[in-house]
Each structure stands twice: as structure tokens, then as C-alpha cells.
């Protein structure tokens, strides 16, 4: 799940700001704790948690800091950030701001962790490397990105579906990008271990979806997917929907894979 273009990636997610929460139950939760719980964040520590959604990651990490801690949240799209600061209501030491984190400065963080982020950044070295940069010597990055196919099945299913409501190509597969090299155990790995960290691991964190009709049209309403249906006319929604379920369906799809990869290492100096 991956898009070009930094304005195209916000507006979907713009869009998926209300479905995503929703989402984030069967998704983005379960997630974002498992990257917590590599990252493990103590009481009094200061956290960057980039691209936070609407929090499945941050919260968890704010709770764990407590009032003593800090946990800042950066996400570039405003209703993400809105939804967030709705749900962290109770929680002071999590401060949410709307902004592109890869020009995000700041002084030196203890963690810094992101899930399901720094693939979307227009250069994710650069992008990462920037976020490694932000930590203190010897502090904690997370990075927790798709394990090859993962989610992939979607997209497709979705693309056959708008092809078909609306009379036009099936899209073309989108152009090569480096997580496409990197999404699986060793290649992450290496990956990481250039990017100024030492001590590196790569937890693969199993996880498939069961696609109800409900949950397998949240997983396009309330993701990145989303933006894929900013082409479609209102009134071939319904149509679009019917005709992914029934895609999913034709293809025995009953599970999509959501398996994710968790890096983590050391900021080496
Ligand atoms: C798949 S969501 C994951 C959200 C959250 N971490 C979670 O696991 O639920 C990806 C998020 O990255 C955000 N994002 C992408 N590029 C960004 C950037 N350069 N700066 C800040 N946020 C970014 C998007 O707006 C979106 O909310």
C-alpha cells in the first residue's frame, strides 16, 4: 500500500480520517501495540511517534511514559491529528501536531517509532534517516512497515472493481519502489543497519484480517486505499463496493494477509 505524490497521500488519508478509527479495531491497534511493545517506552521518556494516524501507536506509548514522559505525534493530515486529539482527551503528556515529518525538528528524543509510515515518504531513506537523526545517542527506533504481500490483495480486488463500475483500464501496478526490496526479514535488516542504527532486529508480527463484508470495505475506506476512490462518481460507490465484495468473493478470499515487519535498533552515535 503505497502511493506516489505527497499531496495524494494526505487527501486519502484525509478522507479515511472517519473510517479509519473504525479500522483501527481489527487493524491499526493491534499493530501499533505490537510496535510498542518492541519499542517499550519507560516511565519519564520522550517519544516521536511519526505518521501517527490516529494514534494506534502514540496512545499506547503515552500511556506507558506517563505524565512525567512526553510523547509527540506527527501526522500530516489535520483530520488524523483532529481524531487524535479527540481520543487522547485524557492524556496531556501526548501533544498532537499536523505536520510533515520529515522536516520535523525538535531536540533529542529517547524513542522514536513509527508504524506504517516511512514508506509513504517521498525519499524513505532520506525520510528515515531524518527520524534516526531526531534520537539521542543510544535511543530506541521502531520502524514497522508491510511484510511483502501483505495488504496487497485489497488494492487489487479494488482496482478490478473501479475498472469495471467505471468503464476505464484496470489501473496500471504502480511503479517499483525500495519497499518493495526491503519487506522481508533479511533485506530489512540490512536496510536498517545503514541507517546510523546498531543492534538491529526484525520481529515479523503475524496477522491476518477476517474479510466480513464489513471489515474488507473498512480496509478501503479507512486506509490509504481510500484515495482510489476519489476518481469514482458518488453515485458508482455502491457499485464499487458490490463489485469488490464480489471479487473478493469469486477469488476465495476470505482472509487478507496483514502481516507487518517491526525494526528496530540503536542510534549508533
Ligand atoms: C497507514 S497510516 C498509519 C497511521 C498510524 N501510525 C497507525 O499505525 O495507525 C499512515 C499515516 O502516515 C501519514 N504520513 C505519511 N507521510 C507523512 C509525512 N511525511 N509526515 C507525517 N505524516 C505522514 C499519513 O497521513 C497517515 O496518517
Not at 501536531?97 to 525538535?106: K, L, M, Q, S
Not at 479494488?158 to 501496478?173: D, K, M, Q, S
Request: proline residues 6%; aromatic residues 6%.
Amino acid at each position: 500500500m503505497v502511493q506516489d505524490g505527497q499531496a495524494e497521500i494526505r487527501d486519502a488519508f484525509d478522507a479515511a480520517a472517519a473510517d479509519f478509527t473504525a479500522l483501527g479495531r481489527h487493524l491499526w491497534e493491534p499493530i501499533g501495540a505490537a510496535t510498542v511493545a518492541v519499542a517499550a517506552p519507560r516511565p519519564g521518556e520522550r517519544v516521536l511517534d511519526a505518521c501517527c494516524g490516529t494514534g494506534a501507536s502514540a496512545i499506547p506509548a503515552a500511556g506507558l511514559v506517563g505524565p512525567d514522559g512526553l510523547v509527540d505525534a506527527v501526522d500530516m493530515s489535520a483530520p488524523m491529528v483532529d481524531e487524535l486529539r479527540r481520543l487522547s482527551a485524557g492524556l496531556p503528556q501526548l501533544r498532537a501536531h499536523a505536520a510533515d515529518v520529515t522536516t520535523w525538528t525538535a531536540e533529542s528524543y529517547d524513542v522514536v517509532q513509527s508504524a506504517l509510515g516511512i514508506f509513504f515518504f517521498p525519499d524513505m531513506t532520506a525520510g528515515t534517516d531524518h527520524l534516526v537523526s531526531l534520537l539521542r545517542p543510544g535511543g530506541r527506533a521502531v520502524f514497522t512497515i508491510w511484510r511483502g504481500e501483505s495488504m496487497a490483495a485489497a488494492g487489487r480486488h479494488l482496482g478490478l472493481a473501479i475498472a469495471e463500475a467505471t468503464n476505464t483500464p484496470v489501473p496500471a501496478p504502480r511503479p517499483p519502489h525500495l519497499v518493495d526490496r526491503v519487506n522481508q526479514p533479511g533485506g530489512y535488516a540490512a536496510w536498517l543497519a545503514g541507517r546510523d542504527l546498531v543492534d538491529v532486529e526484525v520481529t515479523v508480527h503475524e496477522m491476518a484480517l477476517t474479510m466480513t463484508p464489513e471489515v474488507a470495505w473498512l480496509v478501503i475506506t479507512g486506509s490509504g486505499f481510500r484515495g482510489a476512490l476519489a476518481k469514482v462518481p458518488e453515485d458508482a460507490l455502491h457499485t464499487v463496493r458490490e463489485l469488490y465484495l464480489a471479487s473478493l468473493r469469486d477469488a476465495g478470499v476470505t482472509e487478507l494477509d496483514a502481516t507487518t515487519l517491526i525494526g528496530s535498533g540503536r542510534r549508533a552515535t
